[in-house]
């Protein structure tokens, strides 16, 4: 699987969880498509792109188990959380009720909007008040990789009348997703992390009783009456969008080459070995951790990234004390090896 993607192979890459990788065939469908924009501007932009959008909107809204009219497609999924932040229209005083584990840019986003209460995801709604009007939690999270229970989460607190928004940034192709059956009012998702189309292919999914409050990311020609969140929300000035029609290759290619049991079971292994390399204990049981792991070290390094890459030629997330190992599809027993052996001399 090595020779399928564009990575150098001098690098051991084991942070697929930070940007994705693009598969060769995948990547040359991107540029076809760019290609195609590049020969004739006006019949791609102005007459042939809604058209193609909307195949390539249905082929994703199947592969996520959603109705294609309730799916738009953003660049990534911060997009789609802020889309969905202005969507509720949130006083200052007003509480948004997450973990203490979320993505640092979806944070600032809320922060803009209210008050932000962040607690231990066990405790959630322990917290709930009468100003709190939301509930916002990632599907996985992203620097501790955990799987969190979102169906459970999302179930409680439809139950006390509370919005639900999530970030699924890391779980489109890691988990198989039915967004319908999960009911979230907004769920943001990435494509071109695990299910590994090209930078910049996203989507926001929104229930139908809340699409005539979502805008898009501008205000363009899509509000133009009739208006609709689709066009609202795809109708964004003039822009390259190949990423996002390149997503029915990727489902293709993701579809064809599905590895994901054995990369479950390799990124298990390493955290176990790794935790045993570091003399740290594992910080969740194996059953919420999938293809992404994270492990604490016995204390902060900020420099140990930067060592690994430049003395081993591993690339690996490390924050605070926290290091997130990725295995895709490309990523195999010698990787894992390749780290170890690296950490054994760095704290030897």
Same mark, same amino acid.
């Given at each position: ?17 930070? %940007? ?10 991107? $540029? ?25 909107? &249905? ?17 990534? &999924? ?8 202005? &969507? ?12 203490? *584990? ?33 509930? %916002?939690?990632?599907? @996985? ?27 699924? &940034? ?33 989507? *926001? ?5 809340? $699409? ?16 609709? %969140? @689709? ?22 290619? %993701? ?22 390399? *570091?003399?740290?204990?594992? @910080? ?5 951790? *999938? ?35 990725? @295995? ?21």
């Amino acid at each position: 699987m090595k020779d399928r993607f564009l990575l150098d192979p001098e690098v051991t890459f084991l942070n697929h969880g930070s %940007f994705g990788a693009t598969p060769r065939e995948v990547f040359e469908r991107y $540029q076809a498509w760019q290609l195609e924009l590049e020969r004739e501007p006006v019949d791609m932009i102005a007459r042939r792109l809604p058209g193609l959008l909307a195949d390539a909107r &249905a082929e994703l809204a199947a592969f996520v188990g959603a109705r294609p009219d309730d799916l738009t497609f953003v660049e990534n &999924a911060t997009t789609g959380v802020n889309m969905a932040a202005r &969507a509720l229209a949130l006083r200052p005083d007003d509480e948004v009720l997450t973990t203490n *584990l979320e993505y640092g840019a979806c944070v600032f986003t809320w922060q803009q909007h209210c008050r932000l209460v962040q607690v231990p995801w066990q405790e959630l709604f322990d917290h709930v008040t009468e100003r709190t009007k939301a509930v %916002f939690v990632s599907h @996985i999270t992203s620097a501790t990789a955990l799987v969190l229970p979102v169906e459970a989460i999302v179930r409680e607190a439809r139950s006390r009348g509370l919005t639900t928004v999530v970030d699924g &940034a890391h779980a489109v192709a890691q988990l198989d997703l039915d967004l319908d059956a999960l009911g979230a009012d907004f769920y943001s998702g990435n494509c071109h992390k695990w299910l590994m189309a090209p930078k910049g292919a996203g989507f *926001l999914h929104v229930r139908p009783e809340w $699409q005539e409050r979502v805008g898009g990311a501008i205000v363009s020609w899509g509000y133009e009456e009739p208006a609709t %969140f @689709i066009s609202r929300t795809s109708l964004q000035g003039t822009r390259d969008s190949a990423a996002y029609l390149t997503v029915p290759a990727a489902i293709e290619f %993701f579809r064809a080459h599905d590895d994901r049991e054995r990369c479950i079971a390799l990124a298990r292994e390493a955290r176990r070995e790794l935790c045993a390399l *570091l003399g740290t204990e594992p @910080i969740a049981p194996d059953e919420m951790v *999938l293809q992404m792991a994270s492990v604490r070290l016995p204390e902060p390094d900020a420099t140990l990234n930067r060592r690994l890459f430049d003395d081993y030629r591993v690339e690996i997330p490390v924050q605070g004390d926290l290091m997130r190992i990725s @295995i895709a599809a490309y990523n195999d027993r010698a990787d894992v090896d390749r780290l170890l052996f690296a950490l054994g001399e760095l704290y030897a």
